[in-house]
């Protein structure tokens, strides 16, 4: 498997607009979390990356909702290659693994291009106003390097938002497999990214 580095969009970016189709057929938009701090974290279903955290991350994303974070999934993976990431699989994978916030479906890959996303899972903390304060690693585990899943890094970030402080500015990347771009609609910034 190809490990792919998250591109590590500029701090301070403002949070790209989306309107996207959630598991349950309602549309969801960046915009209905106004004045709450957002997680956007793109991610899909077969992803070992993914799997590996898949647990966690449902439990982080319960434990910090109800603190005040908005939260969404979203696949943007190339469903004609890739059918185990579409839409009906991922409302099936959002009830097994207990995912609590919405978990949308990125059809024409133009919000993972918005977001300059690269890989399963990359993570984007952005504050109340909506500015990027955090992109990277959920923590330092990894499929088979025996590192525990903590989510430490994440939390840390996410900890300092939620309580109106500085996030910490060395930011260690996510890596995962790459989003599986349509053919010929692979993002020009993608061929830069560096791998693992």
């Known amino acids: 498997m190809v490990k792919t580095a998250s591109t590590m969009l500029p701090i301070g970016t403002k ?20 004045g709450k701090p957002l997680l956007v974290v793109f991610m899909c279903n077969h992803c070992p990356f993914v799997v590996h955290l898949r647990s966690a991350l449902a439990d982080f994303g319960k434990e910090y909702q109800a603190k005040g974070l908005a939260m969404v999934g979203i696949s943007s993976n190339d469903v004609g290659a890739y059918p185990q990431d579409g839409p009906d699989k991922m409302k099936e994978e959002a009830a097994a693994a207990g995912y609590t916030f919405p978990y949308l479906f990125d059809a024409d890959q133009s919000v993972a291009k918005a977001y300059r996303a690269a890989c399963t899972p990359d993570f984007f903390l952005f504050d109340a106003d909506h500015s990027l304060v955090y992109r990277g690693q959920f923590d330092s585990s990894r499929p088979g390097n025996g590192k525990p899943v903590t989510g430490a890094d994440l939390r840390a970030a996410v900890d300092a938002v939620l309580a109106g402080g500085e996030v910490a500015s060395e930011q260690l990347p996510s890596i995962g497999c790459n989003i599986k771009w349509k053919a010929g609609s692979e993002p020009e910034y993608f061929t830069g990214v560096a791998a693992e």
Do not use: E, I
């Open 15 to 34: 949070a790209p607009a989306f309107a996207l189709t959630n598991v349950d057929g309602n549309q969801v938009s960046n915009a209905q979390f106004a």
